[in-house]
């Protein structure tokens, strides 16, 4: 099992960033799909989940209403568009699936909202 995050970088207050998480190496289709994220010093939190057929999907009261997670299952992608961005988001986000009692992250990757 491999997840790639790719889409981090710095961007102003009320920017936005879309974040991708390509999977590899299991059924993507079949399985529930989550972003966690991490700030310095925080614990991990979950910020979403979406289902294996992309309907509804959980966020986080933090950011619902700003974020949206969605999938695509022919490119094993799933995604996290983040509008509206505070500094309070600045955290390293993950791409996360348990598989059979298993746990598989991503290597993350950092959002920084500053201006």
């Known amino acids: 099992v491999q997840l790639v995050e790719s889409g981090g970088g710095l961007v102003q207050p009320g920017g936005s960033l879309r974040l991708s998480c390509a999977a590899s190496?299991?059924?993507?289709?079949?399985?529930?799909m989550s972003w966690y994220r991490q700030a310095p010093g925080k614990e991990r939190e979950l910020v979403g989940m979406?289902?294996?057929?992309?309907?509804?999907?959980f966020y986080a009261n933090t950011v619902k209403g700003r974020f949206t997670i969605s999938r695509d299952n022919a490119l094993n992608t799933v995604y996290l568009q983040m509008n509206s961005l505070n500094p309070e988001d600045t955290a390293v986000y993950y791409c996360?699936?348990?598989?059979?009692?298993?746990?598989?992250w991503g290597q993350g990757t950092q959002v920084t909202v500053s201006s």
């Open positions: 190496g299991f059924t993507f289709s079949r399985y529930a």
């Open positions: 979406l289902s294996n057929l992309g309907i509804n999907p």
């Open positions: 996360y699936v348990r598989i059979s009692s298993y746990n598989y």
